[in-house]
């Protein structure tokens, strides 16, 4: 399976509940990146990265410029078209949207449905096929001995992770991964973005991740891209991301650098109405 490629231009986006004349959370953005890369985006809270994934997700149409994924425009497509793009994406929020009372085995197997007819999508959640297959995805994320467990009985990190195994089955060709490694340790964490940077390589396919921890970031990824304020400050390669180009895009939010959690009243994504469409 090839990666999707995507083109921004000049690409303004709001969020659902911004007021009428609210400024857009991106503002002015252009960005290419080709079928197959593998890119990360980082900056201090309220930069924009949510935004910027659910943009990329299809789930905000733009205010302003454009988005086109393999040349075509997602919002000129009709709705059944628009339904079979999204169904080539994966986008793994923060904290997985996972039914409380479900089995992580049905969890992760519901990363199949969109490419599924509704016949086999209903028998598949009423018994699950593919167990075995859903065993695979979590042992890779030290998660194996979970597989029928109730999704209300596993932890914060534990749920992160089976958001992140549901992106092993899935039939993506784009995955957006935002913030994924939150609640993990940094021995966990380390190993997440190892299997999703592998496997991402060995499948082509494209992949954009948001991370708050930047040392990681700049080992995982080659590609950076620094957000602040709904702006692109740099995109290069993790090589040349130095401290002063770190210090520069955190001023004011070094605590965020540092690694340590945000002061009280500090504006974040997280802190706005998130979008409500999710791709299994």
């Not at 080709?34 to 149409?61: D, F, N, W, Y």
């Not at 609640?183 to 082509?204: F, H, K, N, Y």
């Not at 891209?225 to 040349?240: I, K, M, N, T, Y």
């Amino acid at each position: 399976m090839a990666g999707l490629s995507l083109a921004l231009d000049q690409l303004a986006v709001r969020h659902p509940a911004a007021g009428v004349g609210a400024a857009p959370a991106l503002v002015d953005f252009g960005l290419r990146i080709g079928p197959g890369e593998q890119v990360v985006v980082i900056g201090p809270s309220g930069a924009g990265k949510t935004t910027l994934l659910h943009a990329l997700a299809c789930a905000l149409p733009p205010a302003s410029g454009s988005l086109r994924m393999e040349g075509q425009d997602p919002w000129s497509l009709g709705a059944g078209d628009l339904r079979r793009l999204r169904g080539r994406l994966f986008l793994a929020p923060q904290t997985p949207p996972l039914p409380p009372r479900q089995r992580v085995v049905t969890s992760v197997l519901a990363a199949r449905l969109p490419g599924m007819g509704l016949g086999a999508s209903l028998a598949s959640l009423l018994k699950p096929r593919g167990a075995a297959d859903a065993h695979a995805a979590l042992e890779r994320f030290d998660l194996g001995d979970k597989l029928w467990e109730r999704v209300d009985r596993l932890s914060g990190g534990e749920r992160q992770r089976v958001g992140l195994a549901r992106a092993l089955l899935s039939p993506a060709a784009l995955w957006l991964i935002d913030e994924p490694l939150s609640a993990l340790d940094p021995t966990r964490a380390a190993l997440a973005m190892r299997v999703l940077t592998q496997l991402a390589r060995e499948r082509s396919v494209t992949l954009v991740a948001t991370l708050h921890q930047v040392d990681l970031a700049l080992a995982s990824f080659p590609r950076v891209l620094g957000l602040r304020e709904g702006r692109l400050v740099f995109d290069l390669p993790a090589g040349e991301v130095d401290r002063d180009r770190l210090a520069h895009l955190y001023a004011s939010f070094e605590h965020e650098l540092l690694g340590a959690p945000p002061a009280a009243g500090d504006a974040t994504d997280a802190s706005r109405p998130a979008a409500s469409v999710m791709h299994c």
